[in-house]
């Protein structure tokens, strides 16, 4: 009977055990197990057989294009193959069911025509929800879809189409700035705040909110993978409301304004591995919605994997926010390689008393920076102070760490704007960090609590946790 007793206490004192000692990093692992991959058919649908034709600026194979896609679907899915060449189109559906594969020397060219986006579809743009021009590469409410191949997708945006609507000398949003995309995004947030519905929030011709070039809503067990993708009009990669995704070596170039790499929104289980951004905005950037949209949705983004990337210009190397009132939980950043003149941060986390939301469970390890503008971590509760929406919505950062990250070049090690509540941003650990180059007096943290700093060095210097500032300073509106 002592045996037995024996036994029992033993099970008791081990699984409560072995909850404390396991790794984020094993969760990290299962989870990238667990998503749902995709599986089509060994039937191929040709774009040329429906009629596609290439190397032709005046010859639209839109219609080909989506023609081929229909015929996949309604065969029970396959391959819809795009063969070697350039192939001028406009928009383009996916359906269920259907792999949209471009071969190696296989070009998609957007037209930069806008009308050529009408009607309008459901979307969201920058967190609110409404009826946008049809993202170039769009899907609603799909199953098991794919964007794949080693061939290019180029929106052709510039500055004299589609950029020009926001006409700005840099990628970032300047407030007050009287650009023509002013005029739809001041009108959305007013609709947002309203809780008009949406579908009477058209916003196509005459609102100037360009369209996504990869936009999936809605959508389950999705794929992008060693595709080319540039220029984009706005976004590159927006799946929203959608989950298992994976997006995978997959190289992506805009520099033009608002030109995100991939913007997880309001979504479940998402990989993103192996790809190389150099972006005009944030290069990774996690939302869940903006406002009254995104506390009416209340779905958070959740269990975000990203592993093995290289990150050039962008505002922010992996950012969470700021559209981000449905919460975020769970990242995993992972041996990433990160360096640019013209990277603003590394981890970005930024909300502000509009967009509220809870921020948790930041995992970050070996990453190495060559250098960025502002700093490795940078946890924003003050961003875009001016917003013309109601306050009172309070954002929450909590239990973020880093561990073996080193940089060459930064203003800040660390850097938080938080609130007058300091405990609105706790629980940041540093372990076995090292940032060189550091041009300030080291970290700059603002209202924040239990801040903590294990074997850190800042220009070869061990720093203590008494060394850390955490005295609320707010921001001035235009700032």
């Not at 640019?340 to 590394?346: A, K, M, R």
Request: overall charge neutral; hydrophobic content about 35%.
């Amino acid at each position: 009977m002592k045996r037995y007793s024996f036994f029992f206490l033993l099970i008791f004192i081990l699984i409560p055990l072995h909850g404390v000692l396991a790794s984020p990093w094993d969760d990290m692992t299962q989870l990238a197990n667990s998503i749902r991959r995709t599986s089509f058919p060994n039937k191929t649908f040709s774009i040329v057989k429906f009629g596609a034709r290439e190397n032709n600026s005046s010859i639209k194979n839109t219609n080909a294009i989506n023609a081929a896609i229909v015929a996949c679907n309604k065969k029970g899915g396959g391959i819809v193959l795009v063969p070697k060449g350039s192939f001028l189109t406009g928009p383009i559906t996916l359906l269920s069911n259907v792999n949209l594969h471009l071969v190696e020397g296989a070009v998609l060219r957007f037209s930069t025509d806008p009308s050529e986006y009408l009607p309008t579809v459901i979307t969201r743009w920058e967190g609110s929800d409404c009826m946008n021009y049809h993202p170039l590469i769009y899907a609603h409410k799909a199953n098991n879809i794919a964007i794949t191949g080693q061939g290019k997708i180029d929106g052709q945006a510039s500055e004299e189409n589609w950029w020009a609507w926001k006409k700005e000398s840099n990628a970032g949003y300047q407030q007050g700035v009287a650009t023509p995309n002013m005029i739809g995004r001041l009108r959305l947030i007013k609709m947002n705040e309203d809780n008009v519905p949406v579908v009477q929030r058209e916003m196509g011709a005459g609102n100037y909110l360009r369209p996504q070039l990869i936009n999936f809503m809605e959508c389950n067990t999705v794929l992008i993978d060693s595709v080319k993708l540039r220029n984009s009009p706005f976004w590159v990669i927006h799946p929203l409301l959608s989950n298992d995704v994976i997006v995978s070596n997959v190289n992506i170039q805009s520099l033009g304004p608002n030109g995100d790499g991939c913007d997880p929104e309001s979504c479940k289980n998402v990989l993103i591995q192996g790809c190389t951004f150099n972006e005009g905005d944030d290069c990774i950037a996690i939302k869940s919605g903006r406002n009254n949209d995104g506390r009416r949705w209340n779905i958070p983004s959740e269990n975000i994997i990203v592993r093995d990337c290289q990150m050039k210009a962008g505002h922010g190397g992996v950012s969470v926010g700021s559209e981000i009132s449905g919460g975020y939980r769970n990242l995993y950043v992972d041996h990433c390689v990160m360096s640019s003149p013209d990277l603003g941060n590394i981890i970005r986390l930024k909300s502000n008393t509009c967009r509220g939301g809870l921020i948790e469970n930041v995992f970050v390890r070996d990453v190495k920076v060559g250098q960025c503008q502002e700093a490795v971590l940078k946890i924003d509760l003050q961003y875009d102070p001016s917003e013309p929406a109601q306050r009172g919505f309070i954002p929450m950062v909590r239990n973020v760490n880093l561990e073996n990250v080193s940089c060459k070049k930064s203003t800040y090690g660390v850097s938080v704007d938080g609130l007058e509540d300091a405990s609105r941003v706790s629980s940041i650990h540093l372990k076995n960090c090292d940032f060189r180059g550091v041009t300030s007096n080291g970290n700059d943290i603002k209202g924040a609590t239990d801040v903590t700093f294990d074997n850190v060095r800042i220009n070869n210097t061990i720093i203590s946790n008494e060394q850390i500032s955490t005295i609320y300073s707010p921001l001035q509106k235009g700032n």
